[in-house]
């Protein structure tokens, strides 16, 4: 059974750095295409990191392009999202989710952890 968990969340002020983790049991993280997805109140789903099969196959949106980096590392089978000088608007809840292909392509995802940046 593939479960994801997310931790590392919490409050931290403008301009400061967090680092969230997203720990997978029941599945290798190495050789599925992981991503970091976030929510804000009244708002929809965003993807703001991507990893694809290769960690040197990444993606991010402008919103956090140069701010935020997503790694994962395959002995420890957790992905993590650094993300740094962080903004009021980029507080959400925010995600892990896998992309696993058997005979089709499912999508799993953590239950999230809640980041707030506020002074």
């Known amino acids: 059974q593939v479960q994801l968990v997310e931790s590392g969340g919490g409050l931290v002020q403008p301009g400061e750095s967090l680092t969230l983790s997203c720990t997978a049991s029941?599945?290798?993280?190495?050789?599925?295409?992981v991503s970091w997805y976030r929510q804000a109140p009244g708002k929809e789903r965003e993807l703001v990191a991507h990893?694809?099969?290769?960690?040197?196959?990444?993606n991010y949106p402008a919103s956090v392009k140069g701010r935020f980096t997503a790694s994962r590392d395959n002995a420890k089978n957790v992905l993590y999202l650094q993300m740094n000088n962080l903004k009021s608007e980029d507080t959400a809840v925010y995600f892990c989710?896998?992309?696993?292909?058997?005979?089709?392509?499912?999508?799993?995802w953590g239950q999230g952890t809640q980041v707030t940046v506020s002074s």
């Open positions: 029941g599945v290798a993280l190495g050789g599925h295409p």
């Open positions: 990893l694809g099969f290769t960690d040197d196959a990444t």
């Open positions: 989710m896998m992309n696993i292909f058997t005979t089709k392509w499912d999508d799993y």
